[in-house]
């Protein structure tokens, strides 16, 4: 769903092509003609060079403030005069005025303005120095900034390493050596999978064995009993750099022994409340589960919905086609349809899910909204209320790597009030492919 916006360059704007527009086009009473210019100078300019405020100050007015105090006020123009009138709308001649006079007092009305500007420019170039030289300089008062200690470039191995035992899938056996670590950062690929690889924002999730190294103590893993895959965009330093950094250019299905220094844990501060000193070094077991691309879709067979369903046509990484039953009366409870069965694990209420989406009105078929547009998957907890009712209940249950169907009622969509491109009462069509789940 998108929003209007009111396009630029309009009276007194810029310009769609860039340029700047005419701030006197919103003007009241329009555009100054092309050949007419004014020299306009605000009263407070000319005030302070009488004395009366000082820069950055409003003159001092001793009567009854005017509305018209602060009206520009024209003292030159080229506008063209009447051919009977002068330029102060008197005649052209005025009695006991001659040309000369005229003209005399016009050149030196314009004498004045001249060196009224420059005394202020002059006035205001000494108020900026005074009030620099006034205020602190921050950069020398403020107190240092501390900053974390920069993480240690990857390497593949190190002089003394642990030892790890197990397979793929299953919690990691880690032997801690009897030395101490050497600090550095080490991604060692223990057995590749042949998955996608992890990219830069690539959604991963993963699996994970940990142990301190200065004290041998487990950490808190994903395989504990009611432990979650972690879920995260890789490369976004969502998390740690031991488990963001580790993975990248890695290929899901693999396993990686990972040591890493405070700095590419969790840093001088350590985590006291999982007993981890500022200066432990971790030692952690990944296994890669998944990575999908922010694109990405899922495949497999499809099985076509009822009859008595929308219609669904797949046109992979674009928003698919969505045919409304004619005549159908709109649903009051939620009915689903499952397009793809995924084989991955169930996804409970809690987990995090990361999917794509398109959504439709059920009375015609046309789409408001979708991931796919956009290029980037959606992430939500599941029964958080986070997004609609239909959401939350029609893919509790289902399984990662399935494309399921939704058809919402407006009592578990948007309700009575609608939102955006959606009317009140509108039932909603949406096919949703489930990418992955876990922990986030």
């Not at 007419?36 to 001092?60: D, F, N, T, Y």
């Not at 003292?75 to 006079?101: H, I, Q």
């Not at 895959?229 to 396993?255: C, E, H, N, W, Y």
């Not at 899922?298 to 669904?312: E, I, K, L, R, Y």
């Amino acid at each position: 769903m998108t929003e209007k916006t009111p396009s630029p360059g309009g009276a007194g704007t810029a310009a769609n092509d860039g340029s700047a527009g005419d701030p006197a086009a919103s003007r009241p009473g329009g555009q100054v003609a092309a050949d007419r210019e004014s020299i306009v100078v605000p009263p407070a300019i000319l005030a302070q060079q009488a004395g009366w405020a000082q820069p950055g100050e409003k003159p001092r007015v001793t009567g009854p403030k005017s509305n018209d105090d602060d009206a520009p006020q024209i003292f030159a123009s080229s506008v063209r005069k009447a051919d009977d009138t002068s330029e102060a709308g008197y005649d052209e001649n005025p009695p006991g005025v001659g040309k000369l006079g005229v003209i005399l007092g016009t050149v030196l009305a314009v004498l004045l303005v001249g060196s009224g500007i420059t005394l202020y420019m002059v006035n205001k170039d000494s108020s900026k120095d005074t009030a620099s030289v006034a205020q602190p300089d921050a950069t020398k008062s403020a107190p240092p900034t501390p900053t974390a200690e920069p993480v240690p470039p990857i390497k593949d191995s190190a002089k003394v390493l642990p030892t790890v035992t197990g397979d793929f899938g299953k919690k990691a056996e880690i032997q801690v050596p009897g030395e101490a670590s050497d600090g550095s950062f080490v991604v060692k690929v223990l057995s590749e999978g042949n998955g996608p690889k992890v990219d830069k924002n690539s959604w991963t999730s993963v699996d994970y064995t940990a142990k301190d190294w200065n004290t041998g103590k487990d950490i808190p893993s994903s395989y504990d009993d009611k432990g979650k895959p972690q879920i995260f965009q890789a490369g976004t330093d969502a998390l740690i750099p031991a488990l963001d950094q580790a993975v990248m250019g890695k290929k899901a299905g693999s396993r990686l022994l990972v040591v890493a220094p405070p700095a590419a844990g969790f840093g001088s501060q350590g985590k006291p409340d999982m007993s981890i000193g500022p200066k432990d070094n971790l030692i952690f077991v990944i296994d890669i589960r998944n990575a999908n691309a922010p694109d990405a879709v899922v495949s497999g067979t499809v099985t076509p919905p009822p009859a008595d369903f929308p219609q669904v046509k797949d046109n992979g990484k674009k928003p698919a086609d969505i045919t409304p039953v004619a005549g159908a009366k709109d649903p009051t409870e939620l009915k689903t349809h499952v397009l793809i069965k995924g084989t991955g694990p169930v996804v409970e209420k809690g987990e995090k899910v990361v999917v794509q989406y398109t959504g439709a009105l059920a009375k015609d078929g046309k789409v408001f909204d979708s991931s796919l547009s956009k290029g980037q998957a959606f992430s939500f907890a599941v029964g958080g209320g986070q997004v609609i009712q239909g959401w939350d209940q029609g893919l509790t249950g289902q399984t990662v790597g399935s494309r399921v169907e939704l058809v919402i009622p407006a009592s578990l969509g948007y309700g009575d009030k609608g939102q955006g491109d959606i009317p009140p009462g509108a039932t909603l069509v949406f096919v949703v492919d489930i990418l992955d789940a876990g922990q986030g």
